[in-house]
C-alpha cells in the first residue's frame, strides 16, 4: 500500500517513529514548511542511519536549504541511504553550486540509483553546479531519469554545451521531459544543445521547455528550418 505522509512538525519525528510507522510505499511531503539546514540535518542523520528505506517520493520544494543541509542529505544517500527513492523536489531553495556539486558526487558513485524524477528548479546552481551534475551523468549516474527540472538556475551557454557535451555521449539515455527555461543561456549555447540532440542524443526526449528565447537558431541547428 501507499502512504502519504504530510509532515507539518517533522523535525520532531524520530528515526523509531519513522520505522515503526511506515515500512511500506510513503509519500513524504514536507514543501513550504519553512525547513533550515539544521533540520535538514537532523533528518538526513535518521535516513543515513536506516529511516523510510522504501520512501519513494521526497518533496522538499519551497524551503529555506542551504549548500549545508543539501550535503548533509548527498552524504546520507551516497552512505546508502533513501534506496527507493524515485522522485526527489528541491525546487526553490538556496543549494547553490556547492551544494548541488556534493549531489552530484553522491550519485556519481551510485545513490539514488532509481530515481525517475529530479527538480532543481531555482537553486541558483550555475554553470559549475549544472557541469558537476552533467559529469556525474556522463559517468553513468541516474540512467533511470525520466524527468528533469533545471529551470531559473542561471545556467549560462558554458553550463549547457556542458550538458551537452554529456548528453550526446549517452548520459540521460531514459530522459523524456526537460526543463532549460528561465537561464542565462543564449544563441550560442543553445545551438550546441541543438545540435547534440539533433544528433541522437536523448532518444527518448518528447518534450524539451528553453523558455522565452529565439527558437529559430534551435530549429536550424536540428535540422528542421526556422
Same mark, same amino acid.
Given at each position: 500500500?501507499?502512504?502519504?505522509?504530510?509532515?507539518?512538525?517533522?523535525?520532531?519525528?524520530?528515526?523509531?517513529?519513522?520505522?515503526?510507522?511506515?515500512?511500506?510505499?510513503?509519500?513524504?511531503?514536507?514543501?513550504?514548511?519553512?525547513?533550515?539546514?539544521?533540520?535538514?540535518?537532523?533528518?538526513?542523520?535518521?535516513?543515513?542511519?536506516?529511516?523510510?528505506?522504501?520512501?519513494?517520493?521526497?518533496?522538499?520544494?519551497?524551503?529555506?536549504?542551504?549548500?549545508?543541509?543539501?550535503?548533509?542529505?548527498?552524504?546520507?544517500?551516497?552512505?546508502?541511504?533513501?534506496?527507493?527513492?524515485?522522485?526527489?523536489?528541491?525546487?526553490?531553495?538556496?543549494?547553490?553550486?556547492?551544494?548541488?556539486?556534493?549531489?552530484?558526487?553522491?550519485?556519481?558513485?551510485?545513490? =539514488?540509483?532509481?530515481?525517475?524524477?529530479?527538480?532543481?528548479?531555482?537553486?541558483?546552481?550555475?554553470?559549475?553546479?549544472?557541469?558537476?551534475?552533467?559529469?556525474?551523468?556522463?559517468?553513468?549516474?541516474?540512467?533511470?531519469?525520466?524527468?528533469?527540472?533545471?529551470?531559473?538556475?542561471?545556467?549560462?551557454?558554458?553550463?549547457?554545451?556542458?550538458?551537452?557535451?554529456?548528453?550526446?555521449?549517452?548520459?540521460?539515455?531514459? =530522459?523524456?521531459?526537460?526543463?532549460?527555461?528561465?537561464?542565462?543561456?543564449?544563441?550560442?549555447? =543553445?545551438?550546441?544543445?541543438?545540435?547534440?540532440?539533433?544528433?541522437?542524443?536523448?532518444? =527518448?526526449?518528447?518534450?524539451?521547455?528553453?523558455?522565452?528565447?529565439?527558437?529559430?537558431?534551435?530549429?536550424?541547428?536540428?535540422?528542421?528550418?526556422?
Amino acid at each position: 500500500r501507499k502512504v502519504g505522509l504530510v509532515c507539518h512538525e517533522w523535525q520532531k519525528t524520530t528515526k523509531k517513529r519513522l520505522q515503526d510507522c511506515f515500512s511500506t510505499d510513503i509519500i513524504l511531503k514536507m514543501q513550504n514548511k519553512s525547513i533550515t539546514d539544521n533540520y535538514i540535518s537532523v533528518f538526513s542523520i535518521a535516513v543515513r542511519n536506516g529511516a523510510l528505506p522504501s520512501l519513494r517520493i521526497l518533496n522538499l520544494g519551497r524551503n529555506q536549504i542551504y549548500c549545508t543541509g543539501i550535503t548533509a542529505l548527498a552524504s546520507a544517500v551516497a552512505n546508502g541511504a533513501l534506496p527507493s527513492l524515485t522522485t526527489l523536489n528541491l525546487s526553490s531553495n538556496q543549494i547553490g553550486c556547492a551544494g548541488i556539486t556534493a549531489l552530484a558526487s553522491a550519485v556519481d558513485n551510485g545513490a =539514488l540509483a532509481r530515481l525517475k524524477r529530479l527538480s532543481l528548479r531555482d537553486n541558483r546552481i550555475g554553470d559549475v553546479g549544472i557541469s558537476a551534475l552533467a559529469t556525474a551523468a556522463g559517468n553513468g549516474a541516474l540512467v533511470s531519469l525520466q524527468k528533469l527540472w533545471l529551470g531559473k538556475n542561471r545556467i549560462g551557454d558554458d553550463g549547457v554545451a556542458t550538458l551537452a557535451k554529456a548528453v550526446g555521449n549517452g548520459a540521460l539515455p531514459s =530522459l523524456t521531459e526537460l526543463h532549460l527555461n528561465s537561464n542565462a543561456f543564449g544563441d550560442t549555447g =543553445l545551438v550546441v544543445f541543438a545540435n547534440a540532440i539533433g544528433s541522437g542524443a536523448l532518444p =527518448l526526449l518528447t518534450f524539451l521547455d528553453i523558455g522565452d528565447v529565439d527558437v529559430s537558431a534551435f530549429a536550424v541547428a536540428m535540422g528542421r528550418g526556422a
